[in-house]
């Protein structure tokens, strides 16, 4: 089943006088349960492109269908609420908040969706059990390792149970073997939970292990 189509999508920064085009024409088609790997040299589009993917910014022009409804005709409240809900997002730096502990980060989308407070610690504490941070879960990122923050931020990602999980360079910032451990874990949401994946990184090896990959160049995507 297709689950996300982008179409024909620019994105360009600046005004008239100097415009920087990031994307340029952009298609492509991801199916549910799909992983897909996103590749290319620094500076290509790839973080814009995830980022518009997930309604974390807007395109210049074109459109990205989610189950073939166009998400950029959500004002701004209901595209909230969207991301809030289908999406789930994995960065190479975590953004885990530091006066927060590892349970009460991974908390946060559920109670920002409205869920009552029991509910979100009891599935909280469980998936941040599942990926061993059981002795962890009242220590606040500065105690935890690179790892450690990168589970929490995966365990934080898919609280809300989302369809698709978009991560820029999730492994990026880990060493050779802890980056290997992440990325196990990624593969093990996508085959457990049928869990649609764009993954952003320079890995080759990694990237190898998805299902499909695309090349960007200069905005555009060069092979698929």
Same mark, same amino acid.
């Given at each position: 089943?297709?689950?996300?189509?982008?179409?024909?999508?620019?994105?360009?920064?600046?005004n008239?006088?100097?415009? @920087?085009?990031?994307?340029?024409?952009?298609?492509l088609?991801? *199916?549910?349960g799909e992983?897909?790997?996103i590749?290319g040299?620094?500076?290509?589009?790839?973080?814009t492109l995830?980022?518009?993917m997930?309604?974390?910014?807007r395109?210049?022009?074109?459109?990205?269908?989610? *189950?073939?409804? =166009?998400?950029f005709?959500?004002?701004? *409240?209901?595209?909230?609420s969207?991301?809030n809900r289908?999406?789930?997002?994995?960065?190479?730096f975590?953004h885990?908040?530091?006066?927060?502990?590892a349970?009460?980060?991974v908390?946060?989308?559920?109670l920002?969706?409205?869920?009552?407070?029991?509910?979100?610690?009891?599935?909280?504490e469980?998936?941040?059990?599942?990926v061993?941070?059981?002795s962890?879960?009242?220590?606040?990122?500065g105690?935890? !390792?690179?790892?450690?923050?990168?589970r929490?931020a995966?365990?934080? !990602?898919i %609280?809300? =149970?989302?369809e698709v999980?978009?991560?820029?360079e999730?492994?990026?910032?880990?060493?050779t073997?802890?980056?290997?451990?992440?990325?196990?874990?990624?593969?093990?949401?996508? *085959?457990?939970?049928d869990?649609t %994946?764009?993954? @952003?990184?320079?890995?080759?090896?990694?990237?190898?292990?998805?299902?499909?990959r695309?090349? %960007?160049v200069?905005?555009?995507?060069?092979e698929?």
């Amino acid at each position: 089943m297709e689950l996300i189509r982008i179409k024909r999508l620019y994105k360009t920064y600046g005004n008239t006088q100097k415009k @920087v085009e990031v994307l340029r024409g952009i298609d492509l088609t991801i *199916k549910k349960g799909e992983t897909l790997a996103i590749v290319g040299a620094s500076g290509v589009g790839k973080s814009t492109l995830l980022n518009i993917m997930g309604a974390l910014d807007r395109p210049t022009e074109g459109e990205v269908l989610y *189950k073939g409804e =166009s998400i950029f005709k959500y004002d701004d *409240k209901k595209l909230a609420s969207f991301r809030n809900r289908f999406i789930g997002f994995v960065f190479q730096f975590h953004h885990l908040l530091p006066e927060f502990t590892a349970l009460e980060n991974v908390m946060l989308p559920c109670l920002i969706g409205g869920e009552k407070p029991e509910a979100a610690r009891t599935r909280a504490e469980g998936l941040l059990k599942e990926v061993g941070l059981g002795s962890r879960l009242n220590h606040k990122p500065g105690e935890l !390792s690179g790892g450690e923050q990168q589970r929490t931020a995966i365990v934080r !990602s898919i %609280m809300q =149970s989302p369809e698709v999980i978009l991560a820029d360079e999730p492994t990026g910032n880990l060493d050779t073997r802890t980056g290997e451990e992440v990325f196990e874990i990624l593969l093990e949401l996508n *085959k457990d939970r049928d869990t649609t %994946m764009a993954i @952003v990184t320079h890995n080759e090896r990694l990237a190898s292990r998805l299902s499909k990959r695309i090349t %960007m160049v200069d905005g555009n995507i060069k092979e698929e």
